[in-house]
């Protein structure tokens, strides 16, 4: 099949090199001059494990074509994903400018009939929109369909090629027969999915990111009530996690959650309710919490140096919301970081990819205090404590011995819980969540 996907972000780009390693010629639209001529030599413009392999192995043999001409791809191709950003507006609903921009250009160019699918996150009823747009603007006959994506980052290669299901939304069976064939090679193993109407579909996605961004702030409150009360979150979640109905995936006690997805979908979902006359109380305090829990690792760091923190340098282990990727968007290092330096702390901080990342989201005003380092325990050189942020690999078993030299005092934050009250015995003060 010959496919275009328009926006090479995220969802664009990895969709658009899954489609193409299955043998797909498949067309990635980008106004973004400088990021299409990355790609083209295989710069990716995100880090997602394997992706610059399929990118490479795909354009070499000339199934995947990055380009800004929207008419030299709809030329050669009548399926169109639209996988442009949503991002949250002022009031925290989705500002769909990108979205029916990205509709005005298919319309304009379009040159056979085809099937538009919305990719991106969208509110309900958006993907109706989109087909009027595109319909009275062109000559052409324009079937719809709703296919939301459910890619993890870190994971997301291997989510898109080796999905647990595959949600389509159409109103007719020409739409749902090829999506099914498009999809097919994905799934030989057995049937994944889900065939549902439009609305239904674009309901889901909002619905299976709050869910998950439920069951963390549920966990959070949880580890919250623990600490005042002498009992440990991690057992509790071995008790409740063994339990079927409940299982142990997201209940993990933390600092709080980030990234493109979570904080976004779940104001979106809240904004949705709002305009038409519900309040989501439930989504609301999810999303109050989790904003209070990004602050609790500076609150024990106060708790423990005190509220003046000049003369101060703590070191941070991890920058990116989550590991193996370099995203930043609504990252808890962010918040700790500007409330530690509000507090005349400077700080040492490394993560193996999301530095330069950090750099552009943090603000400037805080750059002249924060010194970004090249290895964990350069970031731990002279400090007064550990913070523990982001819980990549290398962090899991670190040299103890070696922290116990470089660091000025021996105290450690673990934002994520993953050492073992163990290392108290050589003389740690460690600090946790819920434990």
Same mark, same amino acid.
């Given at each position: 099949?010959?496919? @275009? ?25 980008? &106004? ?15 880090? =997602? #494990? ?13 199934? !995947?074509?990055? @380009? ?27 500002? !769909? ?17 085809? !099937? ?20 009275? /603007? ?9 296919? #939301?994506?459910? $890619? ?8 898109? !090629?080796? #999905? ?9 069976? =020409? ?6 064939? $498009?999809?097919?090679? +994905? ?21 299976? /990111?709050?869910? $998950?961004?439920?069951? *963390?702030? +549920? ?5 919250? &009530? ?17 339990? %079927? ?5 997201? *209940? ?17 979902? &809240? ?117 523990? &942020?982001?819980?990549? %690999?290398?962090?899991?078993? #670190?040299?103890?011995? $070696? ?9 450690? +934050? ?22």
């Amino acid at each position: 099949m010959n496919i @275009t996907v328009i926006g090479t972000g995220y969802v664009g780009l990895v969709t658009g090199a899954c489609f193409s390693r299955m043998g797909n010629k498949v067309y990635c639209v980008d &106004i973004d001059e400088a990021k299409i001529n990355g790609l083209k030599n295989n710069i990716m413009p995100i880090y =997602e #494990p394997n992706l610059v392999e399929i990118v490479e192995r795909c354009q070499k043999r000339g199934d !995947l074509i990055f @380009t800004t001409s929207i008419k030299d791809a709809l030329d050669d191709s009548n399926i169109i994903f639209i996988a442009v950003g949503t991002p949250m507006a002022e009031d925290g609903s989705a500002n !769909l400018d990108y979205i029916f921009s990205a509709a005005q250009d298919i319309a304009d160019n379009i040159s056979q009939d085809s !099937l538009v699918v919305v990719k991106s996150t969208v509110p309900v009823g958006t993907t109706f929109k989109v087909q009027e747009k595109i319909q009275n /603007n062109c000559n052409f006959n324009v079937n719809v369909a709703s296919n #939301p994506e459910f $890619l993890k980052e870190g994971s997301a290669v291997n989510d898109c !090629l080796r #999905p647990d299901r595959i949600v389509i939304g159409a109103e007719n069976d =020409e739409a749902f027969d090829i999506l099914k064939e $498009l999809y097919s090679p +994905f799934v030989q193993n057995h049937d994944r999915f889900v065939l549902m109407d439009v609305k239904s579909s674009e309901m889901t996605k909002y619905v299976a /990111n709050a869910m $998950l961004a439920t069951k *963390i702030s +549920f966990m959070n409150e949880i580890a919250n &009530i623990c600490e005042v009360t002498g009992a440990n979150v991690k057992n509790v979640r071995l008790g409740i996690g063994s339990d %079927k109905r409940i299982g142990y995936d997201f *209940i993990y006690a933390g600092c709080g959650y980030g990234g493109s997805c979570f904080p976004k979908d779940v104001k979106a979902l &809240i904004n949705t309710a709002h305009v038409n006359g519900y309040e989501a109380r439930i989504l609301s305090q999810v999303e109050e919490v989790n904003l209070n829990q990004k602050k609790v690792l500076a609150n024990k760091v106060v708790d423990r140096f005190g509220s003046d923190l000049n003369g101060r340098t703590f070191g941070i282990w991890g920058l990116a919301f989550k590991p193996y990727t370099n995203d930043v968007r609504e990252a808890t290092s962010l918040t700790v970081i500007r409330a530690l330096i509000e507090k005349g702390a400077k700080i040492k901080a490394y993560d193996s990819q999301a530095i330069d990342e950090f750099k552009k989201a943090v603000g400037n005003e805080y750059l002249n205090s924060i010194e970004f380092v090249n290895s964990r325990y350069d970031a731990i050189e002279d400090c007064d404590a550990l913070i523990l &942020i982001t819980e990549w %690999k290398e962090f899991r078993n #670190p040299d103890f011995d $070696l922290l116990s030299e470089k660091l000025k005092e021996k105290v450690i +934050f673990d934002g994520r819980n993953i050492y073992d009250k163990k290392i108290t015995e050589k003389g740690f003060e460690l600090y946790q969540i819920g434990c």
